[in-house]
């Protein structure tokens, strides 16, 4: 208990979900959180759910918009002085087949899956570097080894979120700062409760399963990095997947 006690953690996405999730997790350490998410309603119900509600801070911010991702940080500046831990969280899944994909399909999950981790991850090290510590938790998806068919921009973006962990890792090693990336298979989420798609009726994990890792992570030596780990249920197809 209370191993994350002191810390400052930003989670994107971090009212419902795998964020959610994430949060539980950490807050069980005596994090210090700063949620941020689209809907506002979402996240001040979250808030209510945790035991010490005073170590939660909730911001109403769209990660693909520069201008929102530069107040949450000044916030974070302003208000709790310094940032040890980002989760890169916030994500969509929408695809289908590629000959008949919208322009519009493939712009919002790139913008919001790649687009949205870049603006948090490049206002995050502008923090870091000074102090010359801090972690970086990206959430990738087995989609980003072992890919389905229908899931094009889904399956881009993860692939580019393991590009941008790599570099993120690389160009903070000398700064005291380490980047991760967690890759998820198949997990319980909202959305999925009562799917009526072959792939809602997989084996599945639990949102807390998820929080488990990210927590391994973030209470490893600071000179230490996991830098990828793949969690999926037993019985859920990957190698060979299609």
Known sequence: MNKLTGK????TGGGSGIGKGIAQSFASEGAHLILIGRRK???????????NPNLIHILQADVTVESEVNSVFKYIENNLGKLDILINNAGVVEGGPLDTMDIATWDKVMSINVRGPFLCTRAALKMMKPKGSGRIINI?????SRVRANT???AASKHAIWGLTQVTALE?????????????GNVMVERRIGGKRKMDKEPMMSV???GKIA???????????LLESTILPINQEYIGRG
């Not at 309603?41 to 035991?51: C, M």
């Open 172 to 184: 903070g090693q000398n700064f005291g700062i380490s980047c991760s990336c967690i890759n998820p």
């Open 140 to 144: 990738g998806s087995l989609a980003g």
């Open 152 to 154: 094009g921009p889904y």
């Open 208 to 210: 807390k399963e998820i």
């Open 215 to 225: 927590l391994t992570i973030a209470l490893m030596p600071p000179e230490i990095n």
């Open 8 to 11: 400052t953690v930003l989670i």
């Open 41 to 51: 309603t979402i996240l001040e119900t979250t808030k209510k759910e945790f035991a």
